[in-house]
């Protein structure tokens, strides 16, 4: 709040707030890529990757978990008039495989053109799943070969970094665009920015605004991201370790039959047979826990940085109902 306050303002319509431009230069040397664009969400941040990137008709590949398929509002049809090959990856993960084999024959003028891959990481509906960077490699490969266009969802990218070995620098030299949040485990009120080349980011700000996303005095916010990213990525590792300990604590549960693999801030819990997952996040929230129905039988818990060690004790014992 205090950094909010103390930002200097000025009209980022007309690229005059130098809060915006500290944060958008910041976010492009991070990645070691040309530029970013500050944005009020992630949803706009892939919806404009996405309009940039494709022509009308054209195709674009992903996980059929996708954030960008699943809940943003059908936007690749409604922004981007686009087509969508969702394919099914290991916990929303792709193959370097599966992309070469959903790629259509240009030369057939029956099927859309393949244009774009985009990939989720973490994956969100895979219960915070975190890609293989290898993989990923070879997938851009596959790209490469076949003139498509590389887009990452990096929504929780840092949740992913602090478990592995890359550093963003190394995401920037592979994608084509990066999505990134941060209004999610970095705690920003809101907040998103994508990332490219000078030219992505001239056409992005054109549609952005076209959409009613050309914000003004927008550097108390930028001020909020600014600080999240000198302070706020390293404690992800707490989230991780606070997931974890709920992922046990569910997975010793009578109420729950299986948790997914839980590598960072997301847990995903199946509950047992005739349970309802509506049901049950209700009475959780009665509990003065919230969490979210993630399908009939799915059950979603995140641990963020308003989420204490205190918090999981508590958890544990409400539980028990
Ligand atoms: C949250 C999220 C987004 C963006 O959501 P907004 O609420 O529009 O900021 C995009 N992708 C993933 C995977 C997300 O979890």
Redesign the pocket.
């Known amino acids: 709040m205090a950094a909010m306050q103390a930002a200097p303002l000025g009209d980022d319509v007309y690229g005059e707030d130098p809060t915006v431009n500290t944060l958008e230069h910041k976010v492009a040397a991070l990645f070691g890529m040309e530029a970013a664009l500050f944005c009020p969400?992630?949803?706009?941040t892939?919806q404009l990757a996405i309009r940039v990137h494709t022509q009308p008709g054209e195709e674009v590949i992903c996980d059929k978990l996708s954030?960008?398929y699943l809940?943003?509002g059908g936007g690749i049809a409604l922004n981007a008039f686009a087509s969508v090959r969702t394919l099914d990856g290991d916990l929303g993960r792709l193959t370097a495989k599966q992309v070469e084999a959903a790629i259509n024959n240009p030369e057939d003028i029956h099927q859309p053109l393949s244009r774009l891959v985009s990939l989720?990481n973490t994956?969100?509906k895979g219960g915070g799943s975190i890609y293989d960077f290898e993989e990923i490699k070879r997938i851009k490969a596959v790209c490469t070969a076949n003139g498509l266009i590389l887009h990452l969802?990096g929504?929780?990218l840092f949740n992913a970094l602090v478990e592995t070995e890359q550093s963003p620098k190394d995401y920037g030299q592979v994608f084509d665009s990066i999505?990134i949040?941060l209004?999610?485990g970095l705690g920003c009120p809101?907040g998103?920015l994508l990332i490219g080349t000078n030219e992505l980011i001239k056409r992005a700000k054109r549609f952005r605004k076209v959409m009613g996303g050309g914000w003004r005095q927008a550097g108390g916010l930028a001020a909020a991201g600014i600080y999240a990213l000198d302070h706020q990525v390293d404690r992800l590792k707490d989230d991780h370790r606070r997931a974890k300990a709920i992922g046990s604590l569910l997975q010793n549960n009578t109420k729950i039959k299986s948790v997914y693999p839980v590598t960072t801030n997301i847990v995903i819990a199946e509950l047992k047979e005739g349970m309802d997952s509506m049901a049950f996040v209700s009475q959780l929230k009665e509990r003065g826990i919230l969490a979210v129905s993630f399908g009939k039988q799915l059950v979603r818990f995140v641990t963020h940085l308003d989420v204490t060690d205190q918090d999981v004790i508590f958890l544990e014992q409400q539980l028990n109902f």
């Open positions: 969400t992630g949803t706009m892939n954030h960008i809940y943003e989720e994956v969100n969802d929504a929780r999505s949040c209004s999610k809101v998103s």
